[in-house]
């Protein structure tokens, strides 16, 4: 007789599904509980720098590129225009003051101041031909009045005379009347004349005084205008280096054109041009140093320009003290500027990652070194070297510096 043979419960199958089940749930809950969830990209770690969090003295400089230029320049600029005739010198010579440089031609200039010239001539003549006219009327009218004195003289004797006799009845009267009236009219006639040669020594006068006014007009004209003929010939005004002769033999140059300009080798001063973010920081006074040959030389801003081109503006700077031996106009060469005095802080390299975060967030590297975590920071002032920690990250910390613009928005880097 078979014997019935009872199943076990715990049979090692089921005891394998449970504990399998069990392991299962565990590790579920662990995952949901203690695992990382955060989001992860693989890098290569050669293909990224990593920079030290480090703790020193944070120097608030700028660097930019700044160029050699003479300490003034003065402008040549046609004071009248012409044709060149002459060029005596080209860009680059060495000149003293005074030094003819081109020959400008203007026919028209010319016949003006010959116009000029002849007029002032025929002015003087008429001049000279008033006052000897003057001189004539002059002698004519005390001709006249010494005539008119002698007929008063001899009318005035025959009118006493005959008044006498008359009032003896010696005379008629009627004659006596004809002496009387003959000697009024001569003293009349001597008034009227003395008023009349007044009047026209007067006017004689004005007139002489009008032509030499004319003359004295004229004359300056024409002086101005041999100034202007003198003008043709352009000359250096100092000593210096001619650096460009814009005009050729033949060509033609109007008044007021540049044509050229002359350094003065006395001195030199730089021009940089610094971006607009700076320009609230940037004024006259504030140093600067260049390095030269390997010695630094010593610069202070003298000028700052308003204008804002291209989001740059420029400055000028002179040298403090020396000015280094052989540099050379147009030179350019990186300066150092100095925005603010140093301070202790902690110090972040400058990098890539500064474009793709703003500085509000960096890859720090965790003490495995096996990976980066993203980590919310606060930056402060650049120099071109280092950033200044505010806040987020310690002295000796390792932080990913180059871009992460292929890192996208993942909280996690694993090398």
Avoid at 22 to 34: A, D, E, K, M
Avoid at 106 to 135: A, G, P, W
Avoid at 209 to 235: D, F, G, H, P
Avoid at 260 to 275: C, H, S, T, V, W
């Amino acid at each position: 007789m078979d014997k019935k043979i009872e199943k076990k419960y715990w049979s090692k199958k089921r005891i394998s599904l449970i504990g399998g089940g069990v392991l299962v749930v565990l590790l579920l809950g662990y995952n949901l509980i203690f695992a990382d969830h955060r989001s992860r990209l693989n890098v290569e770690k050669d293909k990224i720098t990593i920079s030290t969090v480090t703790k020193g003295t944070f120097d608030q400089y700028i660097a930019v590129t700044a160029v050699v230029l003479p300490l003034k320049t003065i402008r040549l600029d046609a004071i009248v225009g012409g044709y060149v005739s002459q060029k005596y010198l080209e860009g680059g010579s060495n000149v003293k003051k005074g030094d003819s440089i081109l020959r400008l031609e203007n026919q028209n200039l010319m016949m003006d101041f010959v116009n000029h010239e002849t007029e002032i001539y025929r002015l003087i003549n008429e001049l000279q031909n008033t006052r000897q006219s003057l001189k004539q009327n002059k002698f004519t009218m005390q001709q006249t009045i010494a005539t008119l004195d002698y007929q008063i003289d001899q009318a005035k004797d025959l009118y006493d005379r005959n008044k006498q006799l008359v009032d003896e009845k010696i005379v008629a009267r009627q004659d006596y009347v004809k002496y009387k009236i003959d000697y009024e009219r001569l003293v009349k006639q001597k008034q009227i004349e003395v008023e009349s040669q007044q009047f026209q020594m007067e006017n004689a006068a004005i007139q002489i005084e009008r032509l030499e006014s004319t003359i004295a007009r004229t004359q300056r004209n024409l002086q101005m205008m041999k100034e202007n003929l003198n003008n043709l010939v352009l000359r250096a005004p100092i000593d210096g280096q001619l650096s460009s002769v814009d005009a050729e033999v033949g060509g033609s140059i109007t008044a007021g054109q540049n044509i050229g300009q002359i350094d003065d080798l006395n001195g030199f001063k730089m021009r940089a041009e610094i971006d607009e973010h700076y320009v609230s920081r940037v004024f006259a006074g504030l140093k600067a140093s260049f390095e030269f040959n390997n010695k630094t030389y010593g610069l202070v801003i003298i000028k700052v320009y308003p204008e804002i081109k291209n989001a740059r503006f420029n400055v000028d700077l002179k040298f403090e003290g020396e000015t280094p031996d052989g540099i050379r106009r147009g030179q350019s060469s990186p300066i150092r500027l100095e925005l603010g005095k140093s301070s202790s802080a902690v110090l972040l390299p400058v990098g890539g990652f500064f474009s793709d975060t703003g500085g509000n967030w960096v890859y720090v590297v965790d003490k495995s070194g096996k990976r980066a975590v993203k980590r919310t920071i606060s930056l402060g002032q650049k120099n071109p070297q280092f950033f200044e920690v505010l806040e987020g990250l310690q002295e000796g910390e390792q932080v990913i510096t180059s871009s992460y613009e292929n890192f996208g928005d993942k909280e996690v880097l694993v090398f």
